[in-house]
């Protein structure tokens, strides 16, 4: 005998996206299986467009606090801005040159395992 359909509240579905849930932790608050919720986005666009939408207005949201934080002066919020919405970084690379013909095996031994 066949499992009756679980109904799914894509309206609710949509709302925990947009507080950030995972798609684990959406299943959990729900009370589903990750299988069911990845075979319900499989058949509905509908039901896939519901945690699209939900995670895109988060994003949204979190986007504008952080500007307003960043153009506050916030500084934290600037660099953080800065950092992933712009490409900046704050690594340094180095490159070193090294005479091989002029180290030990033993040296030479340490430099390739590492």
């Known amino acids: 005998m066949a499992k009756p359909r679980i109904d799914i509240d894509i309206a609710r579905v949509e709302e925990l996206a947009g507080q950030g849930l995972t798609q684990a932790e959406i299943c959990l608050v729900l009370g ?5 919720l990845y075979s319900r986005k499989a058949e509905s666009s509908e039901f896939a467009d519901a945690i699209k939408s939900g995670k895109a ?3 949204s949201e979190i986007s504008n606090v952080l500007y307003q934080m960043a153009t506050g002066g916030d500084l934290g919020a600037i660099v953080w801005y800065e950092k992933t919405r712009r490409g900046l970084s704050d690594k340094v690379q180095q490159n070193i040159n090294i005479d091989v013909s002029k180290l030990s095996d033993d ?3 340490a430099i390739t395992q590492t």
């Open 32 to 36: 589903i299986s990750e299988r069911t």
């Open 57 to 59: 207005k988060a994003a």
């Open 107 to 109: 040296e030479l031994s």
